[in-house]
C-alpha cells in the first residue's frame, strides 16, 4: 500500500512539472556529508558514530521538488542505518515570505531502536520571512502512525557574505509531542511518566526537545562545487532520546549543483 502510494505521488509530482511553463528551468545537486554523529531535534540517529550521508535532489523553477538521502553508519558493525525520498511544494508570496509542504517516506534498519524509527512517513509544513537583517522560520513535522509524534521548530539566522564565503549563523529551539514505546527510548528505567496498557509500556514526550547554536559556512570552489561545513551545539532536556544533554555535532560536505 505505502508503495503505491509512493508511486502515484512520484507520478503525479513529475505530471505536475512537465505540465508548467516551458521557461522554468530545472536545477539538480548531488553530494556527501561526513558526520561526527548523526542527530535530528536532540535526537541520536546514528548509534553516537559518525556516518555518510549522500543525497540527491531534483527541483524545478514551478516550486516543486523530490530529494533521496541515506544515512551510512561507519565502522565494523555499520551500514545503511536510513533512506528517506522526500517530495515537496515551495511557495513564493512576494519577495521575503515564503510557505512550503514536503511529504517524506523514511525505510530504517530493522534493528533500528530510537524513537523516530517506528515512523515511516511524515508530513512537513514551514514559513519563512525574510528581513533586512535576519530571516526568522516556523515549521511543523508531523509524523504518521499509531503512536504519531508532531515536533514545531523556530529558528532566527543571519547572513553574512565574504567573498567566496557565506556565513550562516542560526540558532533553533524543538518542541515535541509524541507517544512513544519505552524500548525505544534511551532511559528504560525508573521514569514516572511511563503508562501501562501496551507491550513495554509506553512514554509521553512533551516540551522542549533541542535548542541549538549552528554556523554555517558554505564556500564555493569551482563553477557548480560547493564546501559546506556545519559545526553546531545542541541540548536536548530529554534524556529519553539522548545520552548526553549536550553535544558537539559537525559535518563537512561537498556538493555539486547545475541547472539545464
Request: proline share 3%.
Amino acid at each position: 500500500m505505502i508503495q503505491r502510494t509512493l508511486m502515484s505521488i512520484v507520478f503525479l509530482f513529475f505530471v505536475s512539472v512537465c505540465s508548467a511553463q516551458e521557461e522554468e528551468a530545472w536545477s539538480a545537486s548531488a553530494g556527501v556529508r561526513y558526520l561526527n554523529r548523526y542527530t535530528s531535534y536532540g535526537i541520536d540517529l546514528s548509534g553516537d558514530r559518525p556516518a555518510l550521508s549522500p543525497s540527491i535532489s531534483l527541483s524545478h523553477g514551478s516550486g516543486f521538488s523530490a530529494g533521496l538521502e541515506g544515512i551510512m553508519v561507519t565502522g565494523a558493525s555499520g551500514g545503511l542505518q536510513r533512506w528517506s525520498l522526500g517530495l515537496g511544494y515551495e511557495l513564493s508570496l512576494g519577495e521575503s515570505f515564503t510557505l512550503s509542504a514536503e511529504f517524506n517516506h523514511f525505510q530504517y534498519r530493522s534493528d533500528t531502536a530510537h524513537v523516530l524509527a517506528g515512523l515511516s512517513n511524515a508530513i512537513s509544513l514551514s514559513a519563512d520571512l525574510d528581513l533586512d537583517l535576519v530571516s526568522l522560520s516556523a515549521s511543523v513535522d508531523r509524523y504518521l502512525g499509531d503512536l504519531g509524534a508532531t515536533y514545531f521548530g523556530f529558528d532566527v539566522s543571519g547572513f553574512i557574505g565574504i567573498g567566496d564565503w557565506t556565513i550562516v549563523p542560526l540558532a533553533q529551539i524543538t518542541l515535541v509531542s509524541q507517544t512513544v514505546s519505552v524500548s525505544r527510548t534511551k532511559q528504560q528505567s525508573g521514569m514516572s511518566n511511563v503508562k501501562k496498557g501496551s507491550p513495554g509500556g509506553t512514554v509521553t514526550l512533551t516540551g522542549v526537545s533541542s535548542f541549538s547554536v549552528h554556523g554555517v559556512a558554505i564556500y564555493s570552489i569551482a563553477s557548480g562545487f560547493s564546501l559546506v561545513l556545519h559545526p553546531a551545539i545542541v541540548y536536548s532536556p530529554k534524556t529519553e532520546v539522548t545520552a548526553r544533554p549536550t553535544q558537539f555535532v559537525w559535518s563537512a560536505g561537498i556538493r555539486y549543483s547545475f541547472s539545464f
